[in-house]
């Protein structure tokens, strides 16, 4: 971990009323984005660093903003300067939800239910002002499978065949997501924060979309870093399904962006390893295609499952996604 103070804190924490502070680093994530603490007596904040041209603050700031005037529990920013990438933002605490049910797994129940009921609430809100998650988005997603894993993989696929099955899946749904809701996109475990009274906070929804409200509920139900369990899968769904006026095909969709997401992760996490030389994140790839062979049993997804019986070995599929090279 780079444990260098960003350059111009100082006059940065200085210009927010936060001169003299202790700034103190945290672990980092799977981006180039990073965070410390910030300390002065008895108040703290976190303090993203976000520097250009690797990242760019603004579409945290701007979703940010959006969540909070929507009445939903983002951090409150206290200061930002785009330019240098520096945002001085709330300090929700040390709960991560991931993190706190391991120690209090007689709790998890109710920590989904009000996870689940806070996406109600998001999807009950007006769709943002931010880009469509399209047919486009969607394929260049679902083709870092093929981009990455394939090859650590050794395995010759049919790209072309991957791609047309994709869009033969996910063409009927696109209607359905129209208007659509706001789609944060990493609504998982590792990105809600347990706070007070109950209450959850979001973060890392800088890459928000507007797209279908299933997408969100995949992330959160099959979660690349923690383990649902398929019974607590169909609990919380039915506990959605109970408050909102989903639609006939909202079941079959859950697969298809489930099987979409699936795909991705895959491809990301071996990207991550490949590229990036972060091999930690190939742990979690057998959690991760467990989740897509159930994607893969729902007849919507019959193209694509054809798909993977011809392309991919079933020793590697027996494997949780065997053994990458």
């Known amino acids: 971990m780079n444990d260098k103070l960003p350059e111009g804190l100082d006059e940065f924490l200085d210009s927010a009323g936060w001169g003299g502070a202790r700034v103190e680093p945290l672990v980092g994530d799977a981006s180039f984005r990073r965070y410390f603490r ?9 303090l993203m660093d976000a520097p250009p041209p690797h990242e760019d603050p603004g579409p945290f700031l701007d979703v940010g903003k959006w969540l909070t005037a929507h009445g939903h529990r983002a951090p409150e920013i206290h200061a930002e300067d785009r330019s240098r990438g520096l945002v001085l933002i709330e300090d929700f605490g040390e709960d991560r939800m991931r993190d706190w049910l391991d120690d209090n797994a007689h ?5 989904y239910e009000r996870a689940i009921d806070a996406l109600v609430r998001l999807h ?13 988005t969607y394929q260049r997603e679902a083709g870092l499978f093929t981009e990455w894993y394939c090859p650590a ?4 696929v049919d790209e072309e065949g991957y791609r047309r099955a994709f869009e033969e899946v996910l063409l009927p749904m696109l209607p359905r997501q129209d208007p659509g809701v706001t789609v944060l996109r990493d609504y998982h475990a590792e990105n809600i924060m347990l706070l007070g009274g109950g209450h959850q906070g979001l973060i890392d929804f800088q890459d928000a979309l507007v797209g279908h409200p299933a997408y969100d509920l995949v992330s959160l139900l099959q979660d690349a870093r923690r383990d649902v369990s ?8 039915d506990r959605y399904l109970a408050r909102v006026d989903a639609g006939e095909h909202f079941e079959a969709d859950y697969a298809r962006l489930g099987a979409q997401r699936n795909a991705k992760i895959v491809g990301i996490f071996s990207r991550l390893w490949k590229r990036d030389d972060k091999p930690r994140y190939l742990a979690f790839i057998p959690r991760v295609w467990e989740a897509l062979e159930r994607d893969l049993k729902h007849p919507a997804l019959a193209p694509v499952a054809d798909w993977f019986a011809r392309n991919i070995p079933q020793e590697v599929r027996d494997t949780g996604g065997g053994e990458l090279q």
């Open 230 to 237: 398929p019974a607590l899968e169909r609990r919380m769904l």
């Open 107 to 111: 709790a998890e129940e109710e920590v």
């Open 124 to 136: 009950q809100s007006p769709p943002g002002p931010f880009a469509p998650y399209d047919l486009d």
């Open 153 to 156: 993989m050794r395995l010759a």
């Open 38 to 46: 910030v300390r002065d007596g008895g108040r703290s904040a976190m």
